[in-house]
Each structure stands twice: as structure tokens, then as C-alpha cells.
């Protein structure tokens, strides 16, 4: 997975960051961008340990 959440996160990042809206970036900064990242983050995280979506619940038989 790591082989493409990097590459995928740099370039989503770049976009936002670095390009020039008159090329098709958004033009928001570094700060701006980590802030906006740190954000998502925060939320899927929270989102994660609220409803324990990623949790798997074993019955004590499937243990052995």
C-alpha cells in the first residue's frame, strides 16, 4: 500500500501546494496544505475510533 499512498500523496500535495492556479494548482502553500492534511487526518481518525470500523471481533473458538 505504502507503494501508493506516496507517490499519490506527493503529487495530491504538490497540487495543492506548489503549482500556480494558472496551471491548474491551487496555490495554497506548504502551511496551508499540512494544516488541510493534518485536518483529514484528525478526522479519519476520529471517525475510526468512534464507530470501530477497523476493529474485527473473533468469537473465542476462531481464536484456536
Given at each position: 500500500?505504502y507503494v501508493?499512498?506516496r507517490?499519490l500523496?506527493a503529487s495530491?500535495?504538490?497540487q495543492?501546494?506548489?503549482?500556480?492556479?494558472k496551471?491548474?494548482?491551487?496555490?495554497?502553500?506548504t502551511t496551508?496544505?499540512?494544516?488541510i492534511?493534518l485536518a483529514?487526518?484528525v478526522?479519519?481518525v476520529?471517525?475510526l475510533?468512534?464507530t470501530?470500523?477497523?476493529?474485527?471481533?473473533?468469537n473465542?473458538?476462531?481464536?484456536?
Open positions: 500500500m501508493v499512498t507517490p500523496g495530491i500535495g504538490d495543492m501546494a506548489q503549482n500556480d492556479p496551471y491548474g494548482g491551487w496555490g495554497l502553500g496551508d496544505t499540512s494544516y492534511f483529514a487526518i478526522v479519519l476520529m471517525y475510533v468512534i470501530k470500523k477497523d476493529q474485527v471481533v473473533l473465542p473458538e476462531e481464536v484456536k
